[in-house]
């Protein structure tokens, strides 16, 4: 089960308990179960990127992922499949093998009360919910999460995955300075105009984000540096 410390981890990290970040959690330890991982990792494996996570949605869920499996959007050990799909995927590098934990929404939801879930399409969904609503939805959010650190293995669907190759470990790339405000950007992200490298917002030429909707192939950089 997951641990209350854990737990306190996560809602510094996410900001609140919620259904789906606790069954992050509990997702990641099964996922460590069925690998045979003992801990999270730790510095060498964290540098070397060697345990990998693997989530389909950028939820509540994949904040609880993490922090339990220390598999983060910013040390490389994350990857992020737009799938929109609420699962976990975790492997170790050099093994071909791995594990995928999905959750099963129809089992999940009923275990939510039915005034959690018409607060939820309030406050969520319309956001047109009170300060006492959001409140209470968050109340009602944290039991729903308490109760599920001990949610049984039945509420997911488990298997084996295998990989056909390798998965390619984060490049080290090169530098470059923009000839219009000086910053440094990876090298293959300059725009050259000219024989001049540029970055995307100086060459004021849309890129790849990741948004609340997902990953999104291109979007125009939403700000303007004032003075520049
Ligand atoms: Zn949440
Ligand atoms: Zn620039």
New binding site residues.
């Given amino acids: 089960m997951v641990s209350k410390e854990l737990l306190e981890k996560a809602r510094e990290f996410?900001g609140?308990v919620?259904p789906?970040?606790v069954l992050g959690l509990r997702a990641s330890e099964i996922a460590f179960e069925k690998l045979g991982v003992r801990e999270r990792p730790g510095v060498s494996e964290t540098l070397g990127e060697e345990l990998v996570a693997i989530v389909e949605a950028n939820n509540?869920f994949a904040?609880g992922v993490q922090v339990a499996t220390g598999c983060t959007f910013g040390n490389n050990a994350l990857i992020y499949l737009d799938t929109g799909k609420t699962a976990l995927t975790l492997f170790r590098r050099g093994e071909k093998r791995g594990v995928r934990v999905y959750v099963v929404p129809e089992k999940v939801e009923s275990l939510y009360p039915p005034r959690a879930s018409e607060l939820w399409r309030k406050v969520v969904v319309e956001g047109r919910g009170t300060r006492e609503d959001a409140e209470e939805l968050d109340k009602l959010f944290e039991e729903l999460g308490l109760r599920m650190l001990e949610l049984p293995e039945s509420f997911f669907k488990v298997e084996e995955v295998s990989f056909e190759e390798e998965v390619e470990r984060a490049p080290i790339f090169e530098t470059v300075k923009c000839s219009k405000c000086g910053e440094l950007v990876w090298k293959p992200r300059a725009v050259y105009v000219d024989g001049k490298p540029l970055c995307a917002s100086c060459a004021g030429v849309p890129v790849p984000a990741v948004l609340g909707r997902g990953i999104v192939a291109s979007f125009r950089i939403p700000f303007r540096v004032i003075g520049r």
């Fill in positions: 996410h609140h919620c789906y970040l509540c904040d």
